[in-house]
C-alpha cells in the first residue's frame, strides 16, 4: 500500500503569516495612538493649569488697582475686567473638563483655516490692562492673514509667550509684530526685559510629556509654547537681541487656499 503523504498548502502558511504581521502592525499603530494621544493630554493639561494660573494673576491685579482707584468711570471699568475675567475662568475650567474627554480620543493637532487677527485681538484685550498696570508699551499688530494651524493651541502658545513677556518685563515694552516670510506668517514676540536666562532656555527644552514634570518661572511657559509648537509642527527660535530683553518667533503656515 502506498503512503500518501499529507501537508498543508504553503499558501496557508503564507495567510497565517499574513494575518499575524497584520495583527502586529495593528497593535503597533494602535499603541503609537494612544502614546500620542496621552502626550497630547498631558501637554493639554499642563498648559491649561499654566493658563488658570495667568488669568488669576490678571484678576488679581485688578482686584488691587480696584482698591487705589478713586475715580468712578476707572472703577467701574475694573470691575466690569474682574467680572470678566471670573466668567472667563469659570468658562475655561468648563473648557478643561470637556478637552480632557476629548483629548482622548485625539492623537494629533486639529488643523483649521482661519484668520489670524481675531486671535492676535484676543491677545491684545486679555493682556493690555495687566501691561498698563506695570506702565508698559503695549502693541500688537493685528494684519489680515489667512493661515492654517490648530487654533486653540496656538492660542496656547501666543498666550503663555504673552503672559511671560508682560510678567518678566519690569519696564519698557511688549511687542507683538507679524510679517510673511515664504509661505509663513511669522509671529513675533518682544520685549525690554532683562533677558530669559541660560537655566530658563535649558528648561524649556527639558518638559517631559511623558513625565508631566514642570518648573515654575518663565521656563514654564516656554516650555509649554514650546512643545505646543512642536506638536503642531510650526518652527520655534529663541533669541536674545543685543540690545536687550527678549525675542521668541512662531512660524505659522499661510493657508493654501480660501477656506470656506
Given at each position: ?105 485625539r492623537a ?41 494651524s490648530d ?110
Open positions: 500500500m502506498t503512503r500518501l503523504e499529507v501537508s498543508s498548502p504553503r499558501s496557508a502558511d503564507t495567510d497565517y503569516i499574513c494575518i499575524a504581521t497584520d495583527s502586529l502592525a495593528k497593535m503597533m499603530s494602535e499603541h503609537q495612538t494612544r502614546e500620542a494621544s496621552n502626550q497630547r493630554l498631558t501637554l493639554a493639561m499642563a498648559a491649561a493649569g499654566h493658563d488658570l494660573r495667568q488669568q488669576l494673576h490678571m484678576l488679581l491685579g485688578t482686584v488691587e488697582m480696584l482698591t487705589t482707584v478713586e475715580n468712578e468711570v476707572r472703577c467701574a471699568e475694573l470691575s466690569q475686567r474682574a467680572k470678566s475675567l471670573i466668567f472667563r475662568l469659570v468658562g475655561e475650567l468648563e473648557q478643561l473638563v470637556f478637552q480632557a474627554r476629548r483629548e482622548h480620543s494629533a493637532a486639529s488643523t483649521q483655516c482661519f484668520v489670524i487677527s481675531n486671535l492676535l485681538g484676543q491677545l491684545k484685550s486679555d493682556w493690555e490692562l495687566e501691561a498698563a498696570g506695570k506702565y508698559l508699551r503695549f502693541n500688537v499688530d493685528r494684519p489680515d492673514y489667512l493661515v492654517e487654533q486653540h493651541l496656538l492660542k496656547v502658545i501666543m498666550n503663555n509667550l504673552v503672559g511671560n513677556a508682560v510678567q518678566h518685563t519690569p519696564e519698557g515694552g511688549v511687542t507683538i509684530t507679524s510679517s510673511i516670510e515664504g509661505r509663513f506668517v511669522i509671529l513675533a514676540v518682544s520685549d525690554t526685559g532683562p533677558g530669559i536666562s541660560d537655566e530658563d532656555l535649558r528648561r524649556s527644552f527639558g518638559f517631559s510629556a511623558r513625565s508631566g514634570r514642570l518648573d515654575a518661572g518663565m521656563g514654564l511657559g516656554l516650555s509649554i509654547a514650546r512643545k505646543s509648537a512642536e506638536l503642531l509642527g510650526h518652527e520655534f527660535q529663541v533669541s536674545r537681541p543685543e540690545n536687550g530683553g527678549t525675542c521668541v518667533r512662531l512660524f505659522v503656515p499661510l493657508a493654501k487656499q480660501i477656506c470656506i
